[in-house]
């Protein structure tokens, strides 16, 4: 592995990690975000954040990596209902955060697919 995709594996790894340890931390923030018709805001908000926590140590480990960067890419996809949700809220949950409205499609259409793109560049074995 080059030093350039070495340096943003170990990149990566610290965000999903960080982000699924805010799962705990700040736990309101999160469940206002997952749609109203999801059932059982607390428990999908755990779940993502120790999937997140637990795919970002998968990162790290040589053997795992394929298959963190599997779940990752899977976790990514299993959230799109949120960024839909927010943007149908236009971008400002009520009692949290809120943006200026193109940032939920800037999220959903660029963003979201660059960090798809990057779990993906580290799914086969090295």
Same mark, same amino acid.
């Given at each position: 592995?080059?030093?350039?995709?070495?340096?943003?594996?170990?990149?990566? $790894?610290?965000?999903? +990690?960080?982000?699924? !340890?805010?799962? &705990? #931390?700040?736990?309101?923030? @999160?469940?206002?975000?997952?749609p109203e018709y999801?059932?059982?805001?607390?428990?999908?908000?755990?779940?993502?954040?120790?999937?997140?926590?637990?795919?970002?140590?998968?990162?790290?480990?040589?053997?795992?990596?394929?298959? $963190?960067?599997?779940? +990752?890419?899977?976790? !990514?996809?299993? &959230? #799109?209902?949120?960024?839909? @949700?927010?943007?149908?809220?236009?971008?400002?949950?009520?009692?949290?955060?809120?943006?200026?409205?193109?940032?939920?499609?800037?999220?959903?259409?660029?963003?979201?697919?660059?960090?798809?793109?990057?779990?993906?560049?580290?799914?086969?074995?090295?």
């Amino acid at each position: 592995m080059n030093k350039i995709k070495s340096i943003a594996l170990y990149i990566m $790894a610290i965000f999903y +990690i960080l982000a699924g !340890l805010n799962h &705990f #931390i700040n736990p309101e923030g @999160y469940m206002r975000l997952i749609p109203e018709y999801l059932p059982n805001h607390f428990l999908l908000n755990l779940m993502a954040g120790i999937c997140e926590v637990s795919f970002g140590i998968g990162l790290l480990i040589p053997k795992a990596r394929p298959l $963190a960067s599997w779940g +990752i890419i899977i976790m !990514l996809i299993a &959230f #799109i209902p949120t960024h839909v @949700y927010f943007i149908q809220l236009n971008s400002c949950v009520e009692n949290g955060l809120c943006l200026p409205p193109w940032t939920g499609w800037f999220r959903l259409v660029i963003i979201h697919p660059l960090l798809i793109y990057w779990a993906y560049l580290y799914t086969s074995k090295e």
